[in-house]
């Protein structure tokens, strides 16, 4: 379709032609998210339009762009219309989109509160399906100096060596830290060994001179921060 000539109404417009039409007339923030999938995918099949076709496998999901995110080349690739290209095509994206939001929540280098850990976090661990333990090390005005993983584990858990934590904080000279952990489960209540983790890394902080801010744990929608809740 030539797109200098937009004399013609978009109801003649074949549907599969709107979304192209529509970003180019109004601008990205007008299109839905089913007509940016369309966009992506290209065509849909003999049935069905690209519009429809997208908004098919969003209702698979409930329209919940996170959980898009975490289906598989082969879940794609069972909608009749999506081969190994177009899946291929809307995981790569979803993907640029993730990795952009970790890119705009490390911009704001200092920590403010719990509240922009978990947007600097949710990014890297709100969505894995195994639990992570991180310790973000800062300066004395709670600028980030590294972020790091420690462990990884299972679904239920993982295995954190304090000595590991003090000597990356020692190694970068860092003056505070913010430890943080993902529950792959989506339940927010710290466990008795989160709990008793915290302390034990509250105390051996002191020892060496280097503050435990807070300890956050994330998951794909919220967070718990023991500093907010007075548990450290």
């Given at each position: 379709?030539?797109?200098?000539?937009?004399?013609?109404?978009?109801?003649?417009?074949?549907?599969?032609?709107r979304?192209?039409?529509?970003?180019l007339?109004?601008?990205?923030?007008?299109?839905?998210?089913?007509?940016?999938?369309?966009?992506?995918?290209?065509?849909?099949?003999?049935?069905?339009?690209?519009?429809?076709?997208?908004?098919?496998?969003?209702?698979?999901?409930?329209?919940?762009?996170?959980?898009?995110?975490?289906?598989?080349?082969?879940?794609?690739?069972?909608?009749?219309?999506?081969?190994?290209?177009?899946?291929?095509?809307?995981?790569?994206?979803?993907?640029?989109?993730?990795r952009?939001?970790?890119?705009?929540?490390t911009?704001?280098t200092?920590?403010?509160?719990?509240?922009?850990?978990?947007?600097?976090?949710?990014?890297?661990?709100?969505?894995?399906?195994?639990?992570?333990?991180?310790?973000?090390?800062?300066?004395?005005?709670?600028k980030i100096?590294?972020?790091?993983?420690?462990?990884?584990?299972g679904?239920?858990?993982?295995?954190?060596?304090?000595?590991?934590v003090?000597?990356?904080?020692?190694?970068?000279?860092?003056?505070?830290?913010?430890?943080?952990?993902?529950?792959?489960?989506?339940?927010?209540?710290?466990?008795?060994?989160?709990?008793?983790?915290?302390?034990?890394?509250?105390?051996?902080?002191?020892?060496?001179?280097?503050?435990?801010?807070?300890?956050?744990?994330?998951?794909?929608?919220?967070?718990?921060?023991?500093?907010?809740?007075?548990?450290?």
């Open positions: 379709m030539n797109y200098s000539t937009n004399n013609q109404s978009i109801k003649l417009w074949a549907e599969d032609d979304p192209r039409e529509k970003l007339l109004k601008g990205k923030q007008a299109l839905s998210d089913a007509e940016l999938i369309a966009i992506l995918i290209g065509s849909g099949t003999k049935n069905e339009s690209a519009v429809a076709l997208a908004k098919r496998i969003l209702a698979s999901v409930h329209n919940n762009l996170n959980a898009l995110g975490k289906l598989s080349e082969n879940d794609l690739m069972s909608f009749k219309g999506i081969g190994k290209a177009k899946a291929i095509s809307i995981i790569t994206a979803l993907e640029l989109g993730r952009r939001r970790i890119e705009e929540a911009i704001e200092k920590i403010k509160d719990s509240k922009s850990v978990f947007e600097l976090m949710q990014p890297l661990i709100g969505e894995a399906s195994t639990e992570e333990f991180w310790v973000i090390c800062l300066n004395n005005s709670h100096i590294k972020k790091i993983r420690l462990s990884i584990g679904i239920t858990g993982t295995v954190v060596d304090v000595r590991m003090f000597k990356n904080a020692v190694a970068l000279h860092a003056t505070a830290l913010i430890l943080c952990h993902n529950h792959p489960s989506g339940a927010l209540k710290p466990s008795e060994s989160d709990i008793q983790l915290t302390k034990k890394m509250k105390s051996a902080g002191e020892t060496l001179d280097i503050k435990v801010l807070d300890h956050i744990i994330i998951t794909e929608k919220s967070y718990f921060s023991f500093a907010d809740e007075g548990l450290i």
